[in-house]
Every structure is written in C-alpha cells, then in structure tokens.
T-cell receptor
Framework: DAKTTQPTSMDCAEGRAANLPCNHS???????VYWYRQIHSQGPQYIIH???NNETNEMASLIITEDRKSSTLILPHATLRDTAVYYC????????????FGDGTTLTVKP | EAQVTQNPRYLITVTGKKLTVTCSQN?????MSWYRQDPGLGLRQIYY???????DKGDVPEGYKVSRKEKRNFPLILESPSPNQTSLYFC??????????????FGDGTRLSIL
C-alpha cells in the first residue's frame, strides 16, 4: 500500500470549512483513498473514500487531484465535535488485508 | 445495531500471565484485523484475517497469536505478555463484498497494562 503524508496538526475556526490535505504521491491506479477520524481514544470512525472522482457524503467531501497524488478532505462547517485526529490511508482493490495508518493530522476546532 | 465488540475494555495484569482479548462482529464480515496504538506511533496492524481459518501477519505480530475459527470472532492472544505490550488495542472488521472499497468498522478499544 502507498505511504501517505499529512500535516501533524491544523486549527480551524468553528463554522468555517476545514481542509485537510494528504499526499500520496506513490499511489497506484488500483488504490482507493480512505479517510477515518479518531476522537480521543475511541475507535477510528470511517468518513469517506474515493478512487479518482470527487466524493461527498453527509459528513464530508473528498477532492482527489487529477493525477491522484494528493487529496483533500473538506469538513464544510466544522464544529467543536470535529476536533479529532484524521487519518488518510490508501488501500489496493482486491489486495491482501494489510492496512497501514500513518500518524494523521490533529485537527483542533476553536470557538 | 451493527457493531464490533471488544472485551475487556480495560485490563491490568502482570508479565507472563496469558491473556485473551475477544473481538466479535455482528455484520457477517469476512475480514477482521487487530491494531495497537501507542503514543507517537499511530495505529499499527498486528494480525488480520481474510476469512475463517485464514490469518496473516501485519506489521507488528511478534508476541501475539490470533485464531479465526468462526466468522464472527477474532480473539487476540498474548501467551506471555510483557510490559512493551502495554497499549491500546483495536479490533476492526469489513466486508469483502466489492473487495477493498469497503471501509473498516472499529471496536471501542481495549486498554492493556502489563506490569
């Protein structure tokens, strides 16, 4: 699975959009991009995933660049409850079960 | 309710005393996995299982065993725990329908302290 690079930490004002970048420059054509988040020491929670098209669900939007070497998770109206560690991972379609999480980005939403 | 259940949630024990952390999922998922999380090291995969009787090593398997005799259960066994296995452990599962585009569902975690 491709390695991902994320900033260690970011701040965002409550009510504003939070844009979390992820670099996955070695991604292969058959690898999906996934985003999870972890609040305190709870189990990671799935947010969204995509292959090459932009995706949106009730939680967030995922923008993947055309060359697929990077992506951005967008939380459109961040709340204090969105303060968490956000993980970007990539995983190959139909591949083995190995799954590698990086260190993630600690997002702090401030009032 | 769809969930991954880990037990116990917290355990303090001593070096060398065998212990088992259970993990059960009610979603009929084929794939299950164990992770440990340590400060500054993120989530690291210990073992995973693609289906019943099929298990494989993740990135940090040393000191751990697993078994997958039933689809819903994937226990993590520490035969002779040591202090360096003090950590927060997570079990996860996902469906293999559509292969890798299914997300993982995580349990609430088990905090182990080995003295």
């Amino acid at each position: 699975d491709a390695k991902t690079t994320q900033p260690t930490s970011m701040d965002c004002a409550e009510g504003r959009a939070a844009n979390l970048p992820c670099n996955h420059s070695t991604i292969s054509g058959n690898e999906y991009v996934y985003w999870y988040r972890q609040i305190h020491s709870q189990g990671p929670q799935y947010i969204i995933h995509g292959l090459k098209n932009n995706e949106t669900n009730e939680m967030a939007s995922l923008i993947i660049t055309e060359d697929r070497k990077s992506s951005t998770l967008i939380l459109p109206h961040a709340t204090l409850r969105d303060t968490a560690v956000y993980y970007c991972i990539v995983r190959v379609v139909g591949g083995a079960g190995k799954s590698t999480f990086g260190d993630g980005t600690t997002l702090t939403v401030k009032p | 309710e769809a969930q991954v259940t880990q037990n116990p949630r917290y355990l303090i024990t001593v070096t060398g005393k065998k212990l088992t952390v259970t993990c059960s999922q009610n979603m009929n998922h084929e794939y299950m996995s164990w992770y440990r999380q340590d400060p500054g090291l993120g989530l690291r995969q210990i073992y995973y299982s693609m289906n019943v009787e099929v298990t494989d090593k993740g990135d940090v398997p040393e000191g751990y065993k697993v078994s997958r005799k039933e689809k819903r259960n994937f226990p993590l066994i520490l035969e002779s725990p040591s202090p360096n296995q003090t950590s927060l452990y997570f079990c996860a599962s996902r469906s293999r329908t559509g292969e890798s585009n299914q997300p993982q569902h995580f349990g609430d975690g088990t905090r182990l302290s080995i003295l």
